[in-house]
């Protein structure tokens, strides 16, 4: 699997979409799903690793990812098959739907390098 971007204030495309979604399902403030990183995303995610006990430093990399809960999807990925080989059941691949709506209009399209939060993190 490719390694996820690293992310700071003044990034932005898909991938700040994903992190922008993921922090949405996981932090206490929202933020617009717009592909920024600006300065609402930069509190939000200073927020979020500090509650999550990392340096809080605003840049997103791996152990910020992990704490996530986050998955990147590959070429010819399923939602069914991430839920089968990320939180072994296919039959939740609605959940994982449901906490990407920001990100997919409809199930079967799904794009590589999207980044999906999942389920069962906190």
């Known amino acids: ?4 971007p690293t ?3 003044g990034s932005k495309g898909d991938a700040v979409k994903g992190l922008q979604n ?4 996981r932090a206490p403030d929202s933020v617009a ?3 920024t990183f600006g300065d609402a995303t930069d509190h939000t995610v200073r927020q979020f690793q500090t509650n999550a006990a990392l340096e809080a430093d605003g840049i997103v990399g791996a152990n910020t ?3 996530l ?3 990147q999807v590959q070429q010819g990925d399923t939602l069914s098959e991430i839920a089968e080989h990320q939180l072994g059941d296919t ?3 609605s959940e994982i739907y449901e906490l990407n709506r920001d990100l997919i209009s409809d199930p079967d399209k799904i794009s590589p390098d999207q980044i999906l939060a999942l ?4």
């Open 33 to 35: 799903v717009d592909g």
């Open 119 to 122: 389920p069962g993190a906190c």
């Open 7 to 9: 992310l700071k204030k």
């Open 22 to 25: 993921a922090l949405n399902a």
């Open 69 to 71: 809960y986050v998955y």
């Open 1 to 4: 699997m490719a390694e996820l």
């Open 65 to 67: 990812w992990r704490q």
């Open 91 to 93: 039959d939740r691949w």
